[in-house]
């Protein structure tokens, strides 16, 4: 457990304590947390870290054997009496705690706790909040070594990219039948080779298809790729590492010489969007100003509903990145949810508009990573960025 580093969140954001709670793994936040993501236990169990002091923990009495090299002091509980008497002495004169829960389910990502235990909870006195700062200052700032490895899997996710396109093209000119789920595997096969891994495959969209942001094709459902079909290719992965970071990027392309002019215009906007999202997180960042992550998704939002297709960028601009794809931290969205966090020092991030009409989806996507204070702070990891559709014949 990062004692010192959730003890000073807890210092920096006025809290008196972090009541870690998980019953059949509900809450994957809470498991990352106390190291106990790989034990399996099947009774409820409690943490309490304070500001000040050393963690306390609560477990039933047949599980002991999991809570063996966790630190601080440990209290047990066979019947629900016991569990009742024992967390009324964990929580003695504790007056306020944060836990996975989010007021109005603004923010579902953190909504772990159920309803029932935060009653519970508060009927001891006890002010709850949510933990959602705190679990993105604890959960989703990159060590140093974290940040390299994700610029590695950057660099490869890239590699592997250009090639799946560059592979298209060889089996076009060669007039060889190919499909979109022939593309999702030679990606996969790359990942192998590369020693990277992915939690699930790749996207790889044709036309139509396009259009349908989490489509995947698989042996039984694909699309044949031709000349004249517009592709869109959505990969991600990380390194074969314990605490290794994602990396994800979307390309689009042309299968033809000559980009046609509707997908160029639609493309044109997108980036534009992008390009706003950098811009205006690198101008707050550089004089310092809080950026709140719904406030990205209205930079892009709004220039998309400029342009006349805000009916049809029909997702938040981006997620938080982390051992996870879609991470604990600040997601740029306020659509899907409103999500007040701020961009925080050490975390990674997806900036990835689209416009999804009938007959194609256009969606650009890069990785951003928060080094440090200062414009040059923000750095771009998956460079260089996509600026033109690309033309395969």
């Known amino acids: 457990m990062k004692i010192t580093q959730i003890q000073t969140a807890l210092t920096e954001l006025k809290l008196e304590a972090w009541l870690l709670y998980d019953f059949r793994g509900i809450n994957p936040i809470a498991q990352n947390v106390a190291g106990l993501t790989d034990a399996h236990i099947t009774r409820r169990w409690f943490c309490l870290i304070p500001a000040n002091g050393e963690?306390?923990?609560?477990?039933?009495?047949?599980?002991?054997?999991?809570?063996?090299?966790?630190?601080?002091?440990?209290?047990?509980?066979?019947?629900?009496?016991?569990?009742?008497?024992?967390?009324?002495?964990?929580?003695?004169?504790?007056?306020?705690?944060?836990?996975?829960?989010?007021?109005?389910?603004?923010?579902?990502y953190i909504s772990r706790v159920d309803a029932g235990t935060l009653e519970w909870i508060r009927s001891f006195g006890v002010?709850?909040?949510?933990?959602?700062?705190?679990?993105?200052?604890?959960?989703?700032?990159?060590?140093?070594?974290?940040?390299?490895?994700?610029?590695t899997a950057a660099r490869l996710v890239l590699t592997a990219k250009d090639e799946a396109f560059a592979w298209i093209t060889e089996q076009l000119r060669a007039a060889k039948a190919i499909t979109e789920y022939d593309v999702q595997q030679f990606i996969l096969r790359r990942f192998g080779e590369m020693d990277l891994t992915a939690d699930h495959p790749p996207i790889v969209a044709v036309n139509a298809k396009s259009s349908e942001p989490h489509y995947a094709p698989t042996a039984t459902q694909t699309q044949p790729i031709k000349k004249g079909d517009f592709i869109l290719i959505d990969l991600w992965a990380k390194?074969?590492?314990?605490?290794?970071?994602?990396?994800?990027?979307?390309?689009?392309?042309?299968a033809g010489a000559t980009v046609p002019e509707r997908i160029v215009e639609i493309f044109e906007i997108v980036k534009e969007a992008r390009d706003?999202?950098?811009?205006?997180?690198?101008?707050?960042?550089?004089?310092?100003?809080?950026?709140?992550?719904?406030?990205?998704?209205?930079?892009?939002?709004?220039?998309?509903?400029e342009k006349g297709y805000?009916?049809?960028?029909?997702?938040?601009?981006?997620?938080?990145?982390?051992?996870?794809?879609?991470?604990?931290?600040v997601n740029l969205d306020n659509l899907?949810?409103?999500?007040?966090?701020?961009?925080?020092?050490?975390?990674?991030?997806?900036?990835?508009?689209?416009?999804?009409?009938?007959?194609?989806?256009?969606?650009?996507?890069?990785?951003?990573?928060?080094?440090?204070?200062?414009?040059?702070g923000v750095r771009v990891t998956t460079a260089p960025v996509q600026n033109q559709v690309l033309p395969l014949l």
Request: proline share 5%; with cysteine; hydrophobic share 40%.
């Open 276 to 305: 706003k999202a950098v811009a205006f997180i690198r101008e707050k960042w550089a004089a310092e100003e809080p950026i709140y992550g719904y406030a990205v998704d209205d930079c892009t939002r709004a220039h998309i509903t």
């Open 239 to 254: 390194q074969k590492a314990p605490d290794a970071v994602f990396a994800d990027t979307t390309w689009v392309a042309y």
């Open 55 to 108: 963690p306390k923990w609560l477990c039933h009495a047949i599980e002991t054997s999991n809570f063996v090299d966790v630190p601080g002091s440990i209290a047990h509980y066979t019947g629900w009496q016991e569990l009742n008497e024992q967390i009324a002495i964990l929580l003695a004169g504790v007056r306020n705690v944060a836990m996975e829960y989010s007021p109005h389910a603004a923010i579902p």
């Open 310 to 329: 805000g009916d049809f960028f029909i997702h938040r601009t981006g997620h938080n990145i982390g051992t996870a794809i879609h991470g604990n931290g």
């Open 336 to 376: 899907e949810t409103r999500d007040e966090r701020t961009l925080i020092p050490g975390i990674c991030f997806s900036v990835e508009p689209g416009i999804y009409l009938t007959e194609f989806g256009v969606r650009t996507e890069i990785d951003v990573f928060l080094a440090g204070p200062g414009k040059d």
């Open 127 to 151: 002010e709850v909040h949510t933990s959602a700062e705190l679990a993105q200052h604890v959960e989703a700032r990159l060590t140093e070594e974290q940040a390299e490895g994700h610029q």
